[in-house]
């Protein structure tokens, strides 16, 4: 397999480049060496929750310390190592208690498992996406239930306020919110209002918040919440499109922090995905001229399969043979 070269030096101003690795373990081992052979700086990795809690107040050592030499492996491959804690499967005790959409039961549990997972990492973290896409994670777990998305939003916030608290000192905890440009579908009135409760939804409750403490949630009373306001030490974006224009909103809204992007190229075809990449870094290279961009990744790394079986498509082949999509994430 031949090393894609990538520049000695970046015509970004950025950190680091980097990539979400797959779950399966049989995979991690040849991913991290092939990411470091490629150049690629910060590795995201899971901790999974669902696997690592079978149940409520009992700990998989086994699965801890898999995730611990995950994590050795990939400092000795010289690179960092990032670590989700919520994926979207959820321990079944959980999710069969009400899981997020229950306050008081999430409030009491959801701490446990940060504190445990910084207990088991924090050694090794180079850093911590506690959870990311939280607009998806909520419109997933309550599609048709204004009223209960709303206390699930809110939940969600203090959430994250609360692995703030326990990941933060050294070691940078970064969002990965799942922001877009919204637009109405037509000009009717029903249309500008939906628009408009999911722009909020995707920015003003998230980035708001973290500038002013607010939890502004469409229908709800806003509420202060101790301890919001600058609960991240990166504002960190998952994106699929429009990256100038995301990057600067975002830098408008958030709080005084360095920005963060986690890419998913759009095509149908590597060459499509290629172009998407590209585009990407002529976007983000402009706005790094005047914003702090620090670091790149991409998503996903290897071509796999999602959960309901459709194609998910990375950079690689799951033959681990970089594609043109590789050169142009790493050479862009």
Not at 251 to 277: H, N, V, W, Y
């Amino acid at each position: 397999m031949d090393t894609i070269p990538v520049p000695a030096v970046s015509p970004l101003p950025v950190v680091g480049r980097g990539v979400v690795l797959g779950s399966d373990p049989s995979q991690l081992a040849d991913d991290l060496a092939l990411a470091a052979s490629l150049g690629v700086q910060i590795v995201r990795l899971d901790l999974p929750w669902a696997r690592a809690q079978p149940r409520a107040g009992s700990i998989d050592q086994d699965v801890i310390e898999s995730v611990i030499s995950t994590a050795m492996l990939a400092r000795r491959h010289g690179l960092e190592p990032w670590f989700r804690l919520l994926q979207a499967r959820v321990p079944t005790w959980f999710d069969n208690e009400g899981g997020f959409t229950d306050a008081r039961f999430a409030g009491r549990f959801w701490p446990r498992w940060v504190e445990a997972a910084a207990d088991a990492l924090g050694d090794l973290a180079a850093g911590w996406v506690p959870f990311e896409a939280p607009f998806a994670l909520a419109a997933r777990l309550v599609p048709d239930n204004p009223a209960v998305h709303g206390e699930l939003v809110d939940t969600l916030v203090v959430a994250w306020r609360d692995a703030w608290r326990i990941l933060h000192g050294g070691t940078p905890v970064a969002t990965s919110l799942d922001v877009a440009v919204v637009r109405p579908s037509d000009d009717s009135p029903p249309a500008v209002e939906a628009a408009r409760r999911f722009d909020q939804l995707r920015w003003g409750v998230w980035l708001g918040g973290l500038a002013n403490g607010t939890i502004s949630i469409p229908g709800r009373a806003d509420r202060e919440l101790t301890d919001l306001a600058g609960a991240c030490d990166i504002v960190g974006l998952a994106i699929r499109a429009d990256t100038e224009t995301v990057l600067y909103r975002a830098a408008e809204m958030a709080p005084d922090r360095p920005l963060a992007l986690t890419f998913r190229p759009q095509g149908a075809s590597d060459a499509e995905r290629t172009k998407s990449i590209e585009s990407m870094w002529r976007s983000a290279r402009r706005a790094a001229e005047e914003l702090r961009l620090v670091s790149v990744s991409i998503t996903p790394f290897a071509d796999e399969r999602d959960p309901s079986g459709a194609a998910n498509d990375g950079i690689v082949t799951r033959d681990r043979e970089p594609k043109d999509s590789a050169h142009a994430f790493l050479t862009g």
